[in-house]
């Protein structure tokens, strides 16, 4: 059944929720830069660190990354259950490869070890991407570099991606974690959008689902930018927020003072 507002509206779908295709994810001239960055390091079998608030595309990105990558040279491995310690983190990591388990940390950690480099002897190139990577239990990370070493730390048969908040750079600097960090040569951080970006972003979203009019005033794009800090999740929330409103107020058009009271509805209670 279709939700009232979005027959108020005319649109076909729920605008902003986060069921997009590959192909329909949508980059601004910053992002796609990183994009490229991500994509071109993994081409040189280098490994990568992306960091941003939360709702900034980290995940979304590596969809793009994934989408771009030829599959039959690279094989990308995604993981985000990070909040396990070692043995149980290379036991997911053998979930995803498909391979037997092994009872020991050690056998484990062989299982996956052996797989890279079977993997080079097919001409394929893998590629473990792990999200939320700020959550990473210490021993996991303290083994990661071990896990790039091949034929004497020699050959770079494996790639990583690590993606997670800001906290994780931090947590890289650390002395303790300065063997995995120097291993990482490509550092990225993913910036909210800028102001002209929302309004692109809103843009595609609302053509996506039919709409190819303004829904929102500029005021209310300003506003909405402002509010969400250029963060697209919070941008989702409050333009989905503003449109449910404004269609119960029967306007014609989001008005700022809609996204006002979306964001006034959304804040916790002891906001000010
Ligand atoms: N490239 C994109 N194209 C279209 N929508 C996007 C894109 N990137 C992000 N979004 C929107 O923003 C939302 C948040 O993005 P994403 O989940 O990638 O953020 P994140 O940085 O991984 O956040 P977290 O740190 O909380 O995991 C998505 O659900 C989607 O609606
Ligand atoms: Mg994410």
């Given amino acids: 059944m279709t939700a ?18 590959d192909k329909e994810l949508w980059l601004p001239p910053t992002k796609a830069a990183i994009a490229d960055e991500v994509v071109e390091s993994v081409q040189d079998r280098q490994s990568v660190l992306v960091t941003g608030e939360p709702g ?10 994934r989408h771009r990558t030829s599959q039959s040279a690279f094989r990308l491995t995604y993981c985000h259950n990070a909040t ?9 990591l053998c979930l995803a490869l498909n391979l037997p388990m ?23 190139h893998p590629v473990f991407l792990l999200d939320e990577a700020h959550l990473l239990h210490q021993d996991t990370l303290d083994h990661l570099h071990i896990l790039l070493n091949y034929e004497w730390d020699q050959k770079p048969l494996l790639s990583l991606i690590l993606m997670g908040l800001p906290d ?3 947590r890289l600097s650390l002395r303790r974690n300065r063997s995995l960090l120097s291993r990482i040569h490509t550092r990225l951080t993913i910036g909210p959008l800028l102001p002209e970006d929302t309004f692109a972003y809103v843009r595609m979203r ?7 009019r303004e829904l ?10 402002e509010a969400s800090q250029g963060q697209m999740r919070d941008i989702d929330r409050l333009a989905t927020a503003a449109l449910r409103l404004a269609s119960r107020s029967k306007r014609r058009l989001v008005e700022r003072d809609q996204v006002l009271r979306a964001v006034q509805t959304n804040a916790p209670p002891d906001a000010a």
Wanted: with cysteine; proline share 2%; net charge neutral.
């Fill in 56 to 65: 900034t595309g980290k995940t979304c990105m590596t969809r793009v990354v």
């Fill in 216 to 225: 929102f005033t500029s005021d209310a794009l300003a506003f909405l930018h």
């Fill in 84 to 92: 396990l310690g070692r043995r149980d983190f290379y036991r997911q």
């Fill in 206 to 212: 609302l053509a996506r689902c039919g709409c190819d």
């Fill in 4 to 21: 009232s507002y979005l027959s108020a509206w005319g649109l076909s779908g729920p605008p902003f929720d986060k069921d997009l295709d």
């Fill in 168 to 170: 994780l750079h931090d």
């Fill in 102 to 124: 092994a009872a020991s940390a050690a056998g484990l950690f062989y299982a996956i070890s052996s797989h890279v480099k079977d993997l080079e002897k097919e001409r394929i």
